[in-house]
């Protein structure tokens, strides 16, 4: 049996939670002692302790959630917390240079602030080696022993040359200069007259009949002869300018040795590390070998003619860059491990950079291993990086780098430049360890998206974090709230809040989280009422903060972001949106639909028809056959038509046409919560009742005619309620919901004060039958034991009017019984709307 209208109507008390009625165990925030304590996400905090605490590969974390619910400033308290002052700092972290492979430079780990003197150490060697190493090889002592050498190695050359010279004398040669080409060589000729002449002079001579031919060919013969012996003098003072070089190397570095190897042997043992130990040895062995070029004068740049008549410099090489350090992460000042937060996350911040001089006139680059950039992935190894996902993933070639190195636990540096492929570097640098616990933060589409279509993502984020967007409403949690209220005020200086006021804030938590049991943990938006509420305090100059000024400031955020709600307003105001609140329809109800503009959602009721005919066709969704209608509220349209064939197709068919239209509705309607209005206009166009227009009707239905809850129930009611006001209100004009929305109640004061005073009504079913005796006053009907609905009913009526179409079919019909079957309907699928 349907209930009484007195039954289903909702006192003033179940149509918002009055916090002040429950009471606080404060009269103001100030009594209340400050906490930086994370609010009402024990299941997310749980997960990232978990993530954080295993240090398997792989256990990084993907927080998901709903902006504004805590979830970067969670991780930063968490981390914090986790992070101990008196933990060792991870390694410093540097590139040397690979004396083996160049374009490899090789990665040395140093405990935390040790690399940092490591290159100190470095460059006070370079600057000692550039220094001394001049002054010791210009030293009186070096430079006699030079002299000798070198004296002795010429006397030999000279004894060499001159005893070659007499023997030649003796076979009447000399031993001349003479110029080929550009170049003068040493060369034999014979002597005529005291004097070396030339062969060619020689064969004049011959031709003048001053020389016998014999003698040409004695002096050819003999210049063949002591041509092998000259070729045996220059090998013989190649060997002996080998032998001075040799000589003079070994002075050198017996000169230069004892003063590099001390120097290399102090830096050694202020470090413990083998990887030092090879890279001095390599340093070193350099030294020795390239003595030459330290000792040389700088001739300043060199100049190179690439234009005709101009001359560009050409920038010199430095000659210790070997020797020198580069500290890619310096931890000597880090405390604990690292935790690095990363808000522009693009391939040269997280991965770092090789960079390159660019020569302007000359074109190309160059570069080095001194050139090698850390970005926040390095900078991080030890420790923790938070990076935003959608961030990440907009970044040209950030994700699949990064997904990279979780997977092979290794950074390598490599400049992301799509642009410059011709130019890019040779530089290859070793790998670096990747002992680092990435912390990512997204929404529900990102993290399932990568779920389901990155076979990767899994392995190197199995810690899922969710935040949740509400809490148990209990006296704890209420606590809380108001501890956080303090910890605002506190941190930003803010007035206080009285307990009026912090039930004010409370109030709205609970009307942000949708039902009475729960409380908001969008915190951002709670932060930014009591700002709000705090200024609006300031302006009324109260020291305290109380219930008005939330109520003030709370209207003051409608009122800047609800300018379309007010110019629909207008359009009702102004009757060209249609819409009744008096008097009775036949098949014409008032529906409800939740607008939302992002940040502020707001209900307005909208005029549902239904129109019926003798026909085969069903209901007709108006909205589906012109392409307005989204998939839910198609299958709500199907749902109705189950209810009516159980409810009356089970002695015969339906043959009939029901036409249901959203009126003015041009933007699409998509929802099943106009199900059970549906249901109501289309039971009034059967039977023939008029429908209450002084009343609105929101709730979805099943195929058993009972009533489901729906969203946004609360906005609904005080959309209804601005129409009926703005219209005038006649204290019969109401509102019907379903039963199971009442304790998602959190109505506006207006709303609820004209309950209080009976201008306004709200009505909460359960099932078909309820809502349209409600609707009609007439009761719904239930069948006898004959299966015969009582006469007068509403069900009583719409069934006779079904027997009447089919009976009226029939005769139409004749010996044709294909006019009684159901005409088949295309079930494509409609475009998708927005939500109604």
């Avoid at 005291?194 to 210049?223: A, R, T």
């Avoid at 529900?444 to 279509?453: G, I, N, Q, T």
């Avoid at 009775?584 to 409800?592: K, P, Y």
Wanted: aromatic residues 8%; neutral net charge; hydrophobic residues 35%.
């Amino acid at each position: 049996m349907a209930a009484k209208k007195k039954d289903l109507e909702l006192p003033p008390e179940k149509l918002r939670w009055n916090c002040m009625e429950d009471g606080f165990c404060v009269e103001c925030s100030d009594q209340l002692d400050f906490s930086e304590e994370i609010i009402g996400q024990p299941r997310a905090i749980e997960a990232i302790k978990v993530g954080l605490d295993v240090t398997s590969l792989g256990y990084n974390i993907f927080i998901t959630g709903l902006a504004g619910t805590g979830r970067t400033t969670t991780i930063r308290k968490l981390l914090q917390q986790l992070k101990s002052e008196t933990e060792d700092a991870p390694p410093d972290i540097l590139y040397v240079y690979n004396f083996g492979d160049p374009d490899r430079p090789k990665v040395i780990y140093l405990p935390a602030g040790k690399g940092k003197r490591f290159r100190s150490d470095m460059e006070t060697f370079i600057k000692n080696l550039s220094e001394n190493l001049v002054k010791l090889f210009e030293s009186d002592v070096y430079k006699n022993k030079r002299k000798d050498l070198i004296r002795r190695s010429q006397e030999k050359q000279k004894e060499l040359i001159d005893k070659f010279q007499e023997e030649l004398k003796k076979e009447n040669f000399a031993l001349v200069q003479v110029q080929v080409g550009q170049f003068p060589r040493l060369d034999l000729q014979p002597l005529f007259d005291g004097k070396p002449i030339s062969f060619d002079e020689l064969n004049v001579l011959v031709q003048e009949g001053k020389i016998p031919k014999e003698v040409e060919k004695q002096f050819i013969d003999k210049y063949q002869e002591l041509e092998g012996r000259l070729d045996e003098v220059f090998k013989q003072g190649r060997s002996i300018s080998s032998e001075l070089e040799e000589k003079l190397k070994k002075l050198n570095d017996a000169t230069a040795m004892p003063m590099i190897e001390s120097m290399i042997e102090d830096i050694k043992e202020r470090y413990d590390s083998s990887d030092i130990d090879q890279h001095l040895d390599d340093i070193k062995q350099h030294v020795i070998d390239n003595l030459d070029s330290f000792l040389k004068k700088d001739k300043g740049q060199q100049a190179q003619q690439v234009i005709p008549g101009m001359q560009i410099p050409q920038p010199q090489q430095d000659p210790f860059l070997p020797y020198r350090v580069n500290l890619l992460v310096d931890n000597s000042k880090t405390k604990g491990r690292p935790i690095i937060e990363e808000t522009n996350p693009t391939f040269r911040n997280i991965f770092g950079v090789i960079e390159r001089d660019v020569n302007g006139l000359r074109g190309g680059s160059r570069t080095d291993f001194t050139k090698i950039k850390a970005g926040s992935l390095l900078k991080a190894t030890g420790g923790f990086l938070v990076v935003n996902a959608m961030d990440v993933l907009t970044e040209p070639g950030v994700w699949q780098n990064l997904k990279r190195s979780l997977r092979n636990n290794i950074i390598e540096v490599q400049s992301y430049d799509p642009f410059y492929l011709f130019s890019s570097s040779g530089l290859k640098p070793e790998h670096i360890k990747a002992n680092i616990k990435i912390v990512m933060i997204g929404d529900y589409f990102l993290y399932h998206l990568l779920s389901h279509h990155d076979e990767d993502f899994r392995k190197i984020f199995k810690i899922k974090a969710e935040f949740d967007t509400v809490m148990d409403r209990d006296d704890d949690t209420l606590n809380k709230y108001c501890v956080f209220i303090n910890k605002i005020v506190t941190n930003e200086n803010l007035a206080h809040f009285d307990a009026s006021g912090m039930a004010g804030i409370a109030e709205f938590g609970v009307r942000l989280a949708g039902r009475k049991n729960k409380l908001s943990t969008r915190f951002n938006v709670i932060a930014d009422l009591i700002r709000e509420s705090s200024y609006h305090a300031s302006k009324d100059k109260t020291e305290k903060v109380d219930y008005d000024h939330v109520q003030k400031a709370i209207k003051g955020w409608i009122r800047r972001v609800n300018l379309p709600e007010d110019k629909i307003q207008e359009l009702y105001d102004e009757g060209t949106l249609m819409v009744d609140t008096e008097g009775s329809e036949r098949g014409q109800i008032n529906g409800l639909a939740v607008y939302s503009l992002g940040d502020y959602a707001f209900g307005r009721p909208t005029r549902i028809t239904v129109t019926t005919s003798l026909g085969r066709k069903g209901v007709i969704n108006i909205e589906r056959e012109s392409e307005l209608s989204g998939k839910t509220h198609n299958k709500g349209v199907l749902i109705l038509e189950g209810f009516l064939s159980k409810m009356f197709a089970q002695d015969k068919p339906i043959t009939m046409n029901a036409s249901i239209c959203f009126e003015q509705s041009y933007s699409g309607v998509d929802g099943d919560s106009a199900s059970s209005t549906e249901m109501f206009c289309l039971l009034s166009a059967l039977s023939g009742a008029p429908l209450r227009q002084d009343m609105a009707v929101t709730g979805s239905m099943n195929q058993n005619g009972e009533i489901q809850p729906i969203g946004g129930v609360n906005e609904k009611i005080e959309g209804f309620f601005k129409v009926c006001k703005n219209k005038g209100l006649t204290g019969k004009q109401g509102v019907i919901i379903p039963q199971k929305n009442v304790n998602d109640l959190m109505l506006d004061h207006d709303v609820v004060q004209a309950v209080e005073d009976g201008k306004f009504h709200v009505y909460a079913i359960e099932t078909i039958a309820e809502g349209i005796e409600l609707l009609t006053g007439k009761k719904a009907g239930e069948r006898n034991a004959k299966g015969e609905f009582p006469e007068g009913t509403i069900n009583y009526l719409v069934d006779k009017q079904l027997e009447e179409y089919m009976n009226t079919a029939r005769k139409l019909a004749g010996d044709d019984n294909s006019l009684l079957k159901p005409k088949p309907k295309k079930r494509g699928s409609a475009k998708k709307k927005s939500k109604k």
